[in-house]
């Protein structure tokens, strides 16, 4: 715990370092910064932006937000994102998800984390050092503490093996993601890079979509919600994935950001649906919501999504993990990014630390 801090008039705190010249901030709204401080931390890293995080603080307003800064001086040196969580879609067997989510209503997640993107909250600048990852650590646990929390949780990690404290645990969990670096001016030139099978392919999707009388639009906004978080639900019902609670207030807020809305019809009948956003050069695929036995959806679903990436000068496009055989067809690789830093606060979530550690692989 760090001694002689001194509250703010809105509501976060400025802690007294023992290191000379760092300070740590914490603050509970996005408008406690200035936008441009906040994207000058954030460097062009994708889903860092302070337009992304005010979307991600409108769809997660059931997740109180802490907001962890570290400075030398005026300098900042560290950005910590923090989200207090009673609803994570935890991706465990149902009957044990049952047990966890009753557990989570008293007992929530502290998660650092960039909302909705499957990305780190963690942001760091040059000069960062053991020292200041000290504050950073220390006032994260404190908040632990203050907001009666379960466990603290750094997900969506690389595999970096920098060093941590013992009472934290480094675990592998799940499947990494997909991402795709686009070096292509158009989507005929991504076609032509590819090989004679990877292009037949498309051409037959497109003619089997149209023989299945299947049309694919993009749009701004989502017409019909309801519709669309059905498909969505079929995919998660598919994979036996839990759902996530935000996905609602998501496809109703996409004007937020930078983003397009796709469908496919057949007809009047909605058969399929994603969503693409946009930050700092990275696009980003989510809300994939398919009918049953309607495959050349998806197909055109996938191909549409690289052809945005492109025509709005996009650098990289993220895909989740599922369907890999068809993404590295396509040209894509694997993330390294399904590590998370994991610490427990009290006697129970450290002993369900220790179990995870061990059936999960520790490997710090």
Same mark, same amino acid.
Request: charge should be positive; aromatic fraction near 12%; glycine fraction near 6%.
């Given at each position: 715990m760090l001694d002689n801090f001194v509250i703010q008039d809105r509501g976060g705190f400025i802690y007294n370092s023992p290191v000379p010249n760092l300070t740590v901030q914490t603050a509970h709204s996005l408008g406690e910064f200035d936008?441009?401080?906040?994207?000058?931390? #954030?460097?062009? =890293?994708?889903?860092? #932006?302070?337009?992304?995080?005010?979307?991600?603080? =409108?769809?997660?307003?059931?997740?109180?937000?802490?907001?962890?800064?570290?400075r030398n001086g005026d300098k900042p040196l560290a950005r910590a994102t923090f989200w207090l969580v009673r609803n994570e879609p935890l991706p465990l067997p149902a009957g044990l998800r049952s047990g966890f989510r009753y557990f989570l209503q008293n007992h929530p997640l502290l998660i650092c984390r960039s909302p909705l993107s499957d990305s780190s909250g963690l942001v760091l600048a040059d000069g960062f050092g053991k020292e200041? @990852?000290?504050?950073? !650590?220390?006032?994260?646990?404190?908040? &632990? =503490?203050?907001?009666?929390? #379960?466990?603290?949780?750094?997900?969506?990690?690389?595999?970096?093996r920098d060093t941590w404290p013992g009472n934290f645990k480094k675990l592998v969990v799940s499947d990494p993601g997909t991402s795709l670096d686009v070096t292509w001016s158009d989507f005929d030139s991504y076609l032509s890079a590819g090989n004679k099978k990877d292009r037949q392919?498309?051409? =037959?999707? &497109?003619?089997?979509?149209? /023989?299945? $009388? !299947? @049309? !694919?639009?993009?749009? $701004?906004?989502?017409?019909?919600?309801?519709? /669309?978080?059905h498909l969505i639900g079929n995919v998660s019902r598919k994979f036996g994935s839990a759902p996530s609670p935000w996905m609602p207030d998501l496809v109703e807020n996409l004007q937020m950001v930078n983003s397009t809305w796709l469908e496919v019809r057949r007809g009047d009948e909605l058969v399929g649906c994603g969503a693409l956003v946009r930050d700092n050069g990275t696009q980003l695929a989510t809300a994939l919501g398919l009918a049953v036995n309607i495959?050349?959806?998806?197909?055109? &679903?996938?191909?549409?999504? *690289?052809?945005?990436? *492109?025509?709005? $000068?996009? @650098?990289?496009?993220? !895909?989740? #993990? $599922?369907?890999?055989?068809? @993404?590295?067809?396509?040209?894509?690789?694997?993330?390294?990014?399904n590590h998370i830093i994991l610490m427990g606060a009290g006697q129970f979530s450290r002993g369900v630390t220790r179990l995870a550690s061990w059936m999960m692989g520790d490997y710090q």
């Open positions: 936008p441009a401080d906040w994207d000058a931390l #954030s460097a062009g =890293r994708p889903f860092q #932006s302070y337009r992304w995080y005010k979307f991600g603080e =409108r769809v997660m307003a059931d997740c109180p937000l802490t907001v962890i800064v570290i200041a @990852k000290h504050l950073l !650590l220390t006032a994260a646990q404190e908040e &632990l =503490r203050r907001q009666h929390a #379960s466990f603290l949780l750094f997900d969506f990690m690389d595999a970096a392919h498309y051409k =037959r999707s &497109l003619r089997e979509a149209e /023989a299945q $009388g !299947l @049309k !694919l639009n993009r749009r $701004g906004t989502v017409e019909n919600v309801d519709a /669309a978080l495959p050349y959806a998806y197909f055109l &679903l996938v191909y549409t999504t *690289i052809q945005e990436a *492109i025509e709005h $000068g996009m @650098k990289t496009i993220r !895909l989740g #993990s $599922g369907a890999y055989d068809v @993404k590295r067809r396509l040209g894509f690789k694997l993330e390294d990014n």
